[in-house]
């Protein structure tokens, strides 16, 4: 977290920058609902230190797979290297291979939970260049460090009950629904966004993903780019 200037903090409208990471259960994660249609069979790509999915691998023939960044466009064919002596292969072929991708120490690692369960570490699975094109992809746009939280959003942030990836409220702010703040409680001037998400559970017994969508709403301080209030509810 940054440093915090306290004589502020009573001011529930001051916005702080915080450097957020996720409270959520490893199995669990969000995504934006993708505009193009991601194949049946597939493996999301996450990023374990935000709780969110930067992309999806599909095996499309053979040992070849299709990689398709966060909004179901597709990236580009490649074949996975299989590092492991005892991984199955077939761990890959079916929907259930849930590959994390660390950022927090700036490397590539990767952990996969395989069809069977299981977390099986990699040195390295998907190129450099791949991981920077998902990535790149998801951050297009008002940069999400530049986002300021109220110190009471961003206590609703450690909770997993609560949170949502600050990527994904980026996108809402940039991509949502706008609308006026009918229900702001004072006289600052605030506007309030919707956008859809889903929330994603991987189900080790039936070795599917439980997804689940919802609304997100936003409601931010436009001048000065702070979120003052955050929370999602099931889409209609």
Known sequence: ??????????????????????????????????????PESY??????????????????????????DYNGQYVMRMELPLEHPWLDPLDFIFAGALIY???RFGSFSFKVLTQRGLFVEFES???DGIMNILRGRIKVGLSPEALKFTPKAAEHMKE??????????????????????????S????ARYEIGIRRSRYNKHLGSYE???YTLEV???ERTWTITHFAYKPLR
Do not use: W
């Open 125 to 127: 699975l998907l190129g």
């Open 211 to 213: 997804n689940k969508d």
């Open 219 to 221: 409601i931010v301080n």
């Open 160 to 185: 997993p009950a609560r949170y949502v990836p600050v990527y994904i409220q980026e996108k809402a702010l940039r991509y949502g629904r706008r609308m006026p703040d009918l229900l702001r409680k």
């Open 187 to 190: 006289n600052l001037k605030t």
């Open 101 to 103: 991708k660390a950022f």
């Open 1 to 38: 977290m940054s440093d915090i200037n306290y004589e502020y903090l009573n001011d529930v409208h001051y916005g702080i920058h915080y450097n957020f990471t996720s409270p959520l259960e490893d199995d669990v994660f969000f995504s934006l609902i993708p505009e193009r249609n991601i």
């Open 43 to 68: 493996s999301p790509i996450i990023d374990e230190e935000n709780g969110l999915c930067i992309g999806y691998l599909n095996n499309g023939m053979s040992d070849l797979y299709d990689v398709y």
